[in-house]
């Protein structure tokens, strides 16, 4: 004989016999008997009841909790036909708590009680209830109630909506189950949500229940330092409220005052739909995210101007197609032999609708609902009878345990149960949780409505938000941020408040190659990046090309000095026994173009890619040029200072000795050699990559090798260069006509004031490739120097003045020379040549050898007709005839 075995599943629904009905005895409303019953209560209100005075009052018949409690029904006949619990037959008996939770505590009393009452036990463990477990609530407020109860008794309770975190607490509810996630994980999906359309800047609004609480306080949790409320405002429960109207425009003018462009809406159906008519009237739209009390709603679908609101995203748990059910609903009846008092209700409502539509109260549950909303009941019946399978250790063809068990067994058997329904795979967590996953919905608009699409999943196992790759249009939606977007390149200077900030570029060597990133990446080695910039880069080298401007600047200088040099040597040749090329020393002058030639000539070295031998010709060759030139130079003002000296001939005569012209040229010149010669061999020049410790750009250049050498060379032309000014300078008391003190003076001058600004540009530009285009500018710049002091005006005096030279030779007579208007005479001596200047006095006489009384008389005379250096020239003249 087998054991009456009832299982009771709770659902919440009230029956309407006609539009405002009471609830009343009995309260069982359908059943069916058989070897294990099944008990479900089922709330027949559509949302929250109608007074607090009157919690038994209900408004309307709810077909989403009607069509919940047919799915349940339709799957334990399919479980019935099937093998999976053989021998065993299904019964049901269907409880309405008119959704209170006194009701609901009143229902599970009778449920669970013993020949009509309910036994006070000190010790549950071999307590027998006729029910083996318990299907419901909808809602986690009556869930609550029921499994503090039910908790007493470990009995197995399973709920299809309640997603209340405080009901994972095991140590409080430990026999509760649900077959959808936690609130913890919905928090998660609406924070996924929100981050993967760039949302951070979102106000909330939620119910004062202990749902809307529970649901605010995880998403809170969740979003911290993700997402960050612009405002949070509380809407109470009850619908009768006194301040409701108040309250809800006071919610809807804080949407309209608030920058936030998403409104997270954690409310049941009928709050929402207050709010969405205050929203119309105003004319506000935002995007709302929906909670799951509110997402699947058909009826708000349908709201007058919903398509006014804005755009409406949500998350629903994970749905299905029952197979077969909705041929049970095209045909339906009560099982054969069962009662449904529901049922009959529903057939008498839409019969009424048939007779006389205007005082329709209830739509086709066809039309009405998403077939799919009822699959999660299907999945809580088949968890329950997989734990029935195990507990009753069934096969294929015979159940063999005992059907009249303790319920916490059922409690342990169900929480291990493992299963594939429809191919997919169901489990319960350590927390009496399903952990699949959401479904992400949009509210998409048809005409005047809405209707209810899938675009995407979160499945925890994956904890991000996945969308349907046919559906990429939504990615296009706006954002909604305290601050724009920080592009690649920059980072985040966060604010007080989270979500706002400030973007920065990063500086260089750092890089961010992605949006709104916290901090700066450094670049790899040998790789740079400028400010701001979303990549590193190798360094671009950079050195003196031929094609840049610069270096065209300096050839087109170098080829003019060149051709200076060439002209002048070539002038100098061909006026080589002229008086004015006869004074410059027409030898030392030649060594002194040389020099010049090789200087210029060493600019070009500064052009092109450096290499290791250019780089040594740089300096080797501008060192020896410049210093021959100089030495030439030095020889000259030597030879000048010596004329200086006549007036101390003792001095003279000593110091005669040095002036040896060649080989002193030698000798100055071989010692920058030697210089020279020190520096290549123990640390020469060669190129280097110098950075700046900036940019993109490293500089190929010429590293000194050793800043010594080249302080040694350039010293050594400098100390050249001061001991010729220095020589000049004595000397500038010499007759002009004898000498150019003027002009070495005044070249060295040049020279040294160059190289003197040189060294701190040459310092500053020490890590580019500028310093090569100040080292060529100087060297530029000193050459020509000398060369417009030196050699320009002795070629401008030979070419366009017409000088000629009128020295005497050895006959008697010496026939004047006639320059313009102006007459020059000139007197040799012992083969001594004395050249007598133009003056503004005409002298047109002939002076011979030997007339030597007559001659000083004529230099007395001049003393009062002559400026001074023709009377120093003549008398020096005169002096040697004497």
């Not at 006869?582 to 450096?610: H, Y």
Request: hydrophobic share 40%.
């Amino acid at each position: 004989m087998r054991c009456r075995l009832q299982l009771c599943v709770l659902g919440v629904m009230m029956l309407c016999s006609g539009l405002w009905v009471h609830c009343k005895t009995p309260l069982s409303g359908a059943d069916l008997d058989g070897d294990v019953n099944i008990s479900f209560t089922i709330r027949g209100v559509l949302g929250v009841l109608g007074t607090k005075k009157s919690l038994s009052l209900f408004t309307s018949f709810d077909l989403t909790t009607f069509l919940q409690s047919l799915s349940a029904i339709h799957t334990i006949e399919e479980i019935n036909n099937s093998t999976l619990l053989p021998g065993i037959k299904l019964g049901y008996e269907v409880c309405d708590p008119c959704a209170s939770p006194t009701k609901a505590l009143h229902c599970v009393e009778h449920l669970l009680a013993i020949n009509g009452s309910l036994p006070a036990l000190v010790d549950y463990t071999d307590f027998r209830a006729p029910v083996k477990a318990l299907l419901g609530e909808r809602y986690s407020e009556l869930s609550i109630a029921i499994a503090k109860l039910l908790s007493l008794y470990l009995h197995p309770q399973i709920s299809c909506s309640s997603s209340s975190p405080v009901l994972s607490d095991k140590l409080r509810y430990p026999s509760f189950m649900r077959v959808i996630p936690s609130d913890v994980y919905q928090a998660q999906a609406l924070v996924n949500l929100m981050s993967h359309f760039s949302w951070n800047w979102v106000g909330v609004v939620y119910g004062d229940d202990d749902y809307g609480k529970a649901a605010y306080q995880s998403f809170m949790e969740e979003s911290q330092g993700k997402i960050c409320a612009d405002f949070e405002k509380v809407v109470p429960h009850y619908l009768d409220h006194v301040d409701m109207d108040k309250h809800i425009k006071n919610v809807a003018q804080s949407i309209q005052k608030s920058g936030a462009k998403v409104v997270l809406l954690i409310l049941k159906p009928q709050l929402v739909e207050k709010l969405f008519k205050e929203m119309i009237q105003t004319n506000t739209s935002r995007i709302w995210i929906a909670s799951d009390a509110w997402s699947m709603n058909r009826y708000l679908t349908k709201m007058k101007d919903i398509n006014k609101v804005g755009k409406i995203f949500g998350f629903s748990f994970s749905m299905g197609i029952i197979p077969g059910f909705e041929d049970y609903l095209k045909n339906l009846r009560p099982t054969p032999g069962a009662r449904n008092d529901f049922i009959e209700e529903y057939k008498q409502l839409r019969l009424n609708c048939s007779l006389s539509p205007s005082t329709c109260a209830v739509d086709d549950v066809l039309q009405a609902v998403d077939l799919r909303e009822a699959y999660r009941e299907r999945v809580a019946m088949y968890a329950f009878a997989h734990g029935l399978r195990a507990l009753l250790t069934c096969n294929e063809s015979v159940c063999s345990g005992d059907t009249n068990f303790p319920p916490w067994q059922l409690v342990e058997s169900m929480r291990s149960v493992n299963f594939t329904l429809d191919g997919n795979t169901y489990s319960f967590d350590e927390n009496g949780d399903f952990a699949d996953g959401y479904d992400l919905i949009m509210w998409k608009e048809n005409n005047d409505e809405r209707f209810i699409e899938i675009v995407g999943k979160f499945l925890l196992k994956n904890g991000d938000v996945e969308i349907l790759t046919h559906l990429s249009f939504i990615l296009q939606l706006p954002w909604s941020k305290c601050s724009e977007s920080c592009p690649p390149g920059s980072v985040k200077n966060q604010s007080k408040i989270p979500c706002c900030y400030n973007c920065v570029p990063c500086g260089e060597g750092n890089y961010t190659n992605d949006w709104d990133l916290p901090e700066c990446l450094k670049c790899p080695e040998g790789m740079w990046s400028n400010k701001g910039d979303s990549e590193c880069r190798k360094f671009e080298e950079k050195y003196l090309d031929w094609k840049d401007s610069y270096p065209i600047t300096l050839l087109a200088a170098t080829g003019i000095g060149l051709v200076l040099v060439l002209t002048s040597l070539i002038i100098f040749y061909v006026h080589r026994n002229t008086i004015v090329i006869k004074k410059a020393e027409n030898t030392m002058s030649c060594f002194m173009l040389l020099g010049l030639a090789v200087s210029f000539i060493s600019v070009i070295m500064f052009i092109s890619r450096p290499n290791p031998h250019l780089c040594r010709a740089q300096q080797a060759v501008y060192g020896l040029g410049f210093t021959l030139c100089v030495s030439c130079i030095l020889v000259k003002a030597y030879r000048t200072f010596l004329a200086f000296m006549a007036f101390d001939p003792d001095r003279q005569h000593e110091l005669k000795k040095l002036y040896k012209p060649l080989i002193n040229l030698v000798l100055l010149t071989g010692g920058q050699g030697i210089i020279l010669l020190f520096w290549l061999i123990f640390k020469s020049p060669r190129p280097d990559l110098k950075w700046p410790g900036t940019g993109m750009v490293k500089y190929v250049v010429c590293d000194e090798g050793t800043i010594v050498g080249f302080g040694v060379m350039h010293g050594y032309i400098a100390l050249l260069a001061f001991i010729c000014f220095f020589l000049a300078f004595k000397g500038r008391k010499v007759p002009h006509d004898f000498n150019e003190t003027g002009v070495i003076i005044f070249s060295m001058l040049i020279h040294l004031f160059v190289w003197l600004c040189f060294i701190p540009i040459y310092i500053d530009r020490n890590k580019t490739e500028q310093r090569h285009i100040v080292q060529a500018s100087a060297i530029l710049a000193s050459n020509y120097g000398i060369l417009f002091c030196h050699f320009v005006p002795k070629c401008y005096i030979v070419l366009f003045k017409y000088y000629n030279d009128c020295g005497l030779t050895s006959s008697n007579s010496v026939p004047p020379c006639q320059i313009g208007t102006k007459t020059h005479h000139s007197i040799e001596i012992k083969g001594l040549s004395c050249v007598l200047p133009a003056t503004a006095i005409m002298i047109n006489k002939q002076i011979h050898p030997g007339q030597n009384s007559e001659f000083i008389n004529w230099i007395f005379h001049l003393t009062y007709t002559v400026n001074v250096p023709i009377l120093y020239s003549l008398f020096k003249c005169g002096k040697r005839v004497l």
